[in-house]
């Protein structure tokens, strides 16, 4: 293990961030001395793999360093003394910024409760982590998929619930932060453990079908680049990615699959890479001109990105011999944005130092709204709070899929996925959801309980003399429809006494 390794890994680092990180790796290399994981490896080997994670998602050298340092507070001891390493020697050392990345990751990992509280209270402090400052939440993404990686030197009892805290809670919040190749990772990983048969199932489903269709790939994607060149498109490049094992034992699971592996046209996808959003809808054009393309597989996620920022655009065709095949169109940036999420817009000042520490995105506004929401939710009247409900609602109304709805002004409504024409309504206002009677969804008149689908148009119907139901929230999908529409209904009834 060398410091050159996570140097190299960095875009033009100064003089200044090498030898913040070299600092950082001796210090920790130091720390760990004589330490050992389960495997029976050096334990400094967890927080070089995690520092290395880090570096390759292009972050700055302070989350880097403070990788390396994530660990160091817990357990270990300064070499040759008796002292324990805490926040004040890692603030003395290397400064408060990275003493508070470094006890803020610290402190995610000490609780020691029953497996769903346990859960729930992780999510808790690590929503209250990630306003402060969201490093401390990608350091804790980096930390958990290195331990994935190596969890079968974990002791068996304790493997089946790391993964599925990994599968409920880390994964979903690298896909809100859209670090795409992260969640496919972790997903893959805590798929193997929790449902091993499932996963042998799936993977010999991918090895069967693989190299057949890679062959028609490689045919198609050869014919793209000599009609792409005609077109004189040059500075482009065309690669594939196979779906994660995880996705795809989602996607079998659907309705409109029902485990036909030949309905899934996107097991290996063709990526096309070029400079300007405008040579994305160039080569659609010259795609769709060339092929067929399946009605109603046609997304534009660059007029329409995805809530975590994904921009691209797919649409899946008929090629040669009647094979159908997806293809993805995007640009460099957009590119990077897929598999870097939030850190490809790293909100920091020129300095690299802004005194408030990492700079909350305007794209992660639901960071804070989680919070708002989790506090509205974590007390009852009694002055508890249902873990499962808590645990439920999160995956509702945050970690689930999502689509984007419109305003008849073309205001933008995020909604969780099967979200309805009620959750909607109390989204804009909980007045418009109090008083809806329906809604004209692209100009046709739906029933409150409507599901609502990707690019909606929705005008709501209100009656001034409407009130909400109880049987709406069978309806609901979102807490907060749920919660006005329990609140108004309560006040109804007292009213009525």
């Known amino acids: 293990?060398?410091?050159?390794?996570?140097?190299?890994?960095?875009?033009?680092?100064?003089?200044?961030?090498?030898?913040?990180?070299?600092?950082?790796?001796?210090?920790?290399?130091?720390?760990?001395?004589?330490?050992?994981?389960?495997?029976?490896?050096?334990?400094?080997?967890?927080?070089?793999?995690?520092?290395?994670?880090?570096?390759?998602?292009?972050?700055?050298?302070?989350?880097?360093?403070?990788?390396?340092?994530?660990?160091?507070?817990?357990?270990?001891?300064?070499?040759?003394?008796?002292?324990?390493?805490?926040?004040?020697?890692?603030?003395?050392?290397?400064?408060?910024?990275?003493?508070?990345?470094?006890?803020?990751?610290?402190?995610?990992?000490?609780?020691?409760?029953?497996?769903?509280?346990?859960?729930?209270?992780?999510?808790?402090?690590?929503?209250?982590?990630?306003a402060k400052d969201i490093r401390v939440v990608l350091i804790k993404l980096a930390d958990r998929l290195h331990n994935m990686e190596t969890l079968e030197y974990v002791p068996q009892e304790k493997r089946k619930r790391i993964a599925m805290e990994t599968l409920e809670i880390y994964a979903p919040l690298a896909n809100r932060l859209g670090i795409g190749e992260f969640k496919g990772r972790l997903e893959d990983r805590a798929f193997f453990f929790i449902y091993p048969e499932e996963y042998q199932q799936i993977k010999n489903i991918m090895e069967e079908n693989y190299k057949r269709r890679e062959i028609d790939l490689a045919k198609i994607k050869y014919k793209l680049v000599e009609i792409l060149k005609e077109h004189n498109f040059k500075d482009f490049k065309i690669d594939s990615r196979v779906k994660h094992l995880y996705s795809l034992f989602k996607k079998l699971q659907r309705p409109e699959i029902n485990n036909n592996i030949n309905l899934v046209y996107d097991l290996i996808a063709l990526r096309i890479i070029v400079k300007t959003i405008e040579e994305c809808y160039q080569i659609l054009g010259i795609i769709h001109h060339l092929w067929k393309p399946l009605p109603k597989k046609i997304k534009d996620y660059i007029a329409l990105p995805k809530p975590n920022g994904y921009q691209s655009l797919h649409t899946t065709v008929f090629a040669d011999e009647g094979k159908i095949i997806e293809i993805q169109i995007r640009t460099e940036k957009m590119h990077e944005e897929a598999e870097f999420g939030i850190t490809a817009h790293w909100a920091y000042e020129e300095s690299g130092k802004p005194?408030?520490?990492?700079?909350?995105?305007?794209?992660?506004?639901?960071?804070?709204?989680?919070?708002?929401?989790?506090?509205?939710?974590?007390?009852?009247?009694?002055?508890?709070?249902?873990?499962?409900?808590?645990?439920?609602?999160?995956?509702?109304?945050?970690?689930?899929?999502?689509?984007?709805?419109?305003?008849?002004?073309?205001?933008?409504?995020?909604?969780?996925?099967?979200?309805?024409?009620?959750?909607?309504?109390?989204?804009?206002?909980?007045?418009?959801?109090?008083?809806?009677?329906?809604?004209?969804?692209?100009?046709?008149y739906v029933s409150l309980d409507s599901v609502l689908k990707n690019g909606d148009i929705v005008e709501i119907q209100i009656q001034k003399n409407k009130k909400p139901s109880l049987e709406w929230l069978e309806h609901a999908k979102t807490s907060l429809a749920r919660k006005q529409i329990k609140i108004a209904s309560k006040k109804k009834f007292m009213f009525k006494q």
């Open 355 to 444: 005194k408030s520490g990492g700079v909350l995105n305007p794209r992660l506004k639901w960071v804070n709204q989680l919070i708002e929401w989790q506090k509205d939710l974590s007390t009852s009247e009694t002055g508890t709070s249902d873990t499962r409900d808590f645990l439920e609602s999160l995956r509702l109304d945050f970690f689930n899929d999502r689509v984007f709805c419109f305003t008849p002004k073309g205001h933008v409504i995020d909604l969780p996925e099967r979200a309805t024409v009620i959750d909607f309504a109390y989204a804009i206002h909980s007045d418009i959801g109090n008083h809806a009677v329906g809604a004209l969804v692209n100009n046709k």
């Open 1 to 130: 293990m060398d410091v050159k390794e996570i140097i190299s890994l960095l875009k033009n680092p100064s003089h200044k961030d090498i030898e913040l990180i070299s600092r950082a790796f001796e210090f920790s290399r130091k720390a760990h001395e004589g330490q050992e994981r389960y495997s029976g490896e050096s334990y400094f080997i967890h927080p070089f793999e995690t520092a290395k994670i880090l570096a390759k998602l292009q972050i700055d050298a302070v989350t880097v360093a403070a990788g390396l340092l994530h660990d160091v507070c817990e357990d270990c001891l300064i070499t040759g003394e008796k002292t324990h390493i805490d926040y004040k020697i890692i603030k003395k050392e290397f400064g408060e910024e990275i003493a508070f990345l470094v006890e803020s990751v610290s402190k995610l990992g000490m609780l020691k409760l029953q497996e769903e509280e346990r859960r729930v209270e992780s999510l808790r402090k690590m929503f209250l982590a990630m």
